[in-house]
Antibody, heavy 117, light 112 residues
Framework: EVLLLESGGGLVQPGGSLRLSCAASGFTFSTHAMSWVRQAPGKGLEWVSAISVTTYYADSVKGRFTISRDNSKNTLYLQMNSLRAEDTAVYYC?????????????WGQGTLVTVSS | DVVMTQSPLSLPVTLGQPASISCRSSQSLVHSDGNTYLGWFQQRPGQSPRRLIYKVSNRASGVPDRFSGSGSGTDFTLKISRVEAEDVGVYYCMQGSHWPLTFGGGTKVEIK
């Protein structure tokens, strides 16, 4: 069974940093592209970042967020710096279905990030 | 960026009746490799998003056959042939043909 378990969310002040983790199991992690998708309270879905052989970022987070992975630990990360109020959201990690054009076939339960003073 | 526009925003449906959601993109979703990367997701209340349809019309594993996707170019549709109570939630389209990946604003399906 594929499982994605996010952690690391919490309350942080504007300008602060946070690192999210996503522990993956039930599939060969190293061979799959992964993404982070966020959802602000009461709002829709927004893609944030993706990693395959290279990395991709939404303009809203470029230069502030860094996606990475540790295949030996089956873990995906999102380092978030210079956080802003508008980064407040539930952050989901999602697994890519191969050859589907970045279709996400599994999603984690999400971790809430709140940026507030 | 490719803008994905869904309609309607809200869709009240009678149980057992069909439902249809439209998704339009601001530019063609035909990728340089010839594929069209348009997907659909369902988000039930209080839950994470769930896979439904990929590459316009391919049902993901475990998705009931009452869900179907169609369309081409810039115009796409998700259809539910007979709405069941468990289908209540918000439906999102997403394009994977151009960077950055973008989602539609969502369509809320509710029971009349």
């Amino acid at each position: 069974e594929v499982l994605l378990l996010e952690s690391g969310g919490g309350l942080v002040q504007p300008g602060g940093s946070l690192r999210l983790s996503c522990a993956a199991s039930g599939f060969t992690f190293s061979t799959h592209a992964m993404s982070w998708v966020r959802q602000a309270p009461g709002k829709g879905l927004e893609w944030v970042s993706a990693i395959s052989v290279t990395t991709y970022y939404a303009d809203s987070v470029k230069g502030r967020f860094t996606i990475s992975r540790d295949n030996s630990k089956n873990t995906l990360y999102l380092q978030m710096n210079s956080l802003r109020a508008e980064d407040t959201a539930v952050y989901y990690c999602a697994k890519d279905l191969p050859y589907s054009g970045w279709f996400f076939d599994y999603w984690g339960q999400g971790t809430l990030v709140t940026v507030s003073s | 960026d490719v803008v994905m526009t869904q309609s309607p925003l809200s869709l009240p449906v009678t149980l057992g009746q069909p439902a249809s959601i439209s998704c339009r993109s601001s530019q063609s979703l035909v990728h340089s490799d010839g594929n069209t990367y348009l997907g659909w997701f369902q988000q039930r209340p209080g839950q994470s998003p769930r896979r439904l349809i990929y590459k316009v019309s391919n049902r993901a594993s475990g998705v009931p056959d009452r869900f179907s996707g169609s369309g081409s170019g810039t115009d796409f549709t998700l259809k539910i042939s007979r709405v069941e109570a468990e289908d209540v939630g918000v439906y999102y389209c997403m394009q994977g043909s151009h960077w950055p990946l973008t989602f539609g604003g969502g369509t809320k399906v509710e029971i009349k």
